[in-house]
């Protein structure tokens, strides 16, 4: 609408997804913006779209591109817009020219600039005035972020930031296995920094959240792989169906289907590890949270693979009861998106895909831990599935945080929840 007011304009009126973060290009040409098709898909692919304000035409400039955008940037002469998307647990810069000529019968304009293999994981791009350095921020699983230069081809890179220096950490190891319906799946192992491969180790397998989600070769201050695997663990992180970098089927794959297809790729990636001869396979652990938390409270009912067993389990903030979190969680339209309709109206696939429907199965020892703050999944959940762990005479811990939500993130309560949580591993795979 005019700065000086009058009626504003809905230039995406014909999209029934979401769009956001609008640009304006600096001669007032296009506006360019991020936009999902599927309307309630919180997951569904980010495209970048360009709209033209003399024609009104608004054009898909990452055709064929299968990954979703996150942030962009448009260079100096104004020719060319650079982005980031996930890829394999990667966060690589792409680029895509503002004026793409769609006559050429290619399958996507898009291309992936060669910084990946030293920069794993870049967020914040920007770009010199010289139209060729791009500046960043970049991270991976050995090293918090930094601040970057590096010429768009990958050359001339240099640190402008060493706040945390070389913290001797080892790199991530990617692993890969057929999951479900033969499809190929990928993720990480870490090992702790004085790793011998003549020893036999306890793994964990990290389950992560979304579902439509991913670990990545990146630092977190919550759920960080190297806590965990230099307390003397083998650190498996598996992408499993819903995860995203691996393309919008991928994604796809899992609404509807929460305990189908992905745990079946999850179990075929454990087994592929205990192929390894330094993985213990008496002693292996699962933890999780939020979809994790589902996954390990969906674990619990079905711990029956016989190639396999789970020693002890953590549920964080676990969906556990699909009935009872469908009208209490603050994300509706989320339980309504993946569940295809609320209980009353699909009440077959809360039937098959609820934990709380196995609950005869309950044998694992599990720790719980839940912030009371949690308005995504509420805490309830987690007291239902204490409650039947206990009647069931299965080992459990609840741990409840009264002032964290979905995450636990204030420094003294973090240190509590990793006490807690390495000592619950340690005692029933450290025995």
Do not use: C
Request: charged share 20%.
């Amino acid at each position: 609408m005019p700065i000086a007011g009058g009626q504003p304009r809905n230039i995406t009126a014909n999209n029934k997804g979401y769009d956001a973060s609008p640009f304006y290009t600096p001669d007032g040409k296009y506006i360019l913006f991020r936009s999902q098709k599927t309307a309630t898909f919180e997951a569904d692919r980010w495209r970048l779209m360009r709209f033209s304000r003399q024609t009104g035409e608004t054009q898909e400039l990452t055709i064929g591109f299968d990954e979703m955008v996150d942030e962009f940037i448009l260079s100096p002469d104004g020719k060319t817009v650079y982005f980031t998307a996930g890829a394999r647990g990667k966060h690589p810069v792409y680029s895509v020219p503002l004026e793409p000529d769609f006559r050429m019968r290619i399958r996507t304009h898009v291309r992936q600039l060669p910084l990946t293999d030293k920069y794993p994981f870049i967020t914040g791009i920007n770009i010199a005035p010289d139209n060729k350095t791009l500046v960043f921020s970049s991270m991976s699983m050995t090293s918090p972020p930094e601040i970057y230069a590096a010429n768009i081809d990958g050359s001339a890179g240099v640190a402008l930031s060493k706040a945390n220096g070389d913290l001797g950490l080892r790199r991530p190891e990617e692993i890969e296995w057929i999951g479900a319906e033969n499809t190929p799946n990928h993720g990480f192992i870490v090992k702790p920094k004085n790793f011998d491969a003549n020893r036999k180790y306890p793994m964990i397998v990290l389950i992560h959240g979304g579902p439509q989600g991913a670990w990545n070769d990146a630092w977190s201050t919550r759920w960080n792989p190297q806590v965990w695997a230099n307390a003397g663990y083998v650190i498996f992180m598996p992408n499993p169906r819903g995860s995203t970098g691996y393309g919008q089927q991928f994604v796809n794959e899992i609404s509807g289907d929460w305990g189908g297809k992905v745990f079946i790729d999850i179990k075929n990636g454990i087994v592929e590890m205990l192929k390894r001869p330094y993985v213990d396979k008496e002693r292996i652990g699962g933890a999780g949270a939020s979809y994790g938390g589902y996954m390990v409270d969906w674990i619990l009912g079905h711990n029956d693979d016989p190639r396999f067993k789970f020693k002890a389990l953590l549920s964080h903030a676990g969906v556990y009861n699909l009935e009872s979190m469908a009208t209490s969680t603050e994300e509706i339209f989320f339980v309504n998106w993946e569940f295809k309709g609320m209980p009353w109206e699909n009440p077959e696939m809360y039937e098959k895909w609820s934990p709380h429907k196995f609950v005869k199965n309950f044998n694992t020892p599990t720790l719980i831990t839940h912030g009371e703050l949690d308005f995504r999944v509420p805490v309830d959940q987690s007291l239902q599935l204490f409650t039947a762990l206990q009647l069931r005479k299965v080992p459990s811990r609840l741990v409840i945080f009264p002032d964290e939500g979905h995450w636990i993130l204030k420094p003294q309560n973090s240190e509590l929840w990793h006490k807690e949580v390495l000592g619950w591993f340690g005692k029933y795979l450290n025995p």
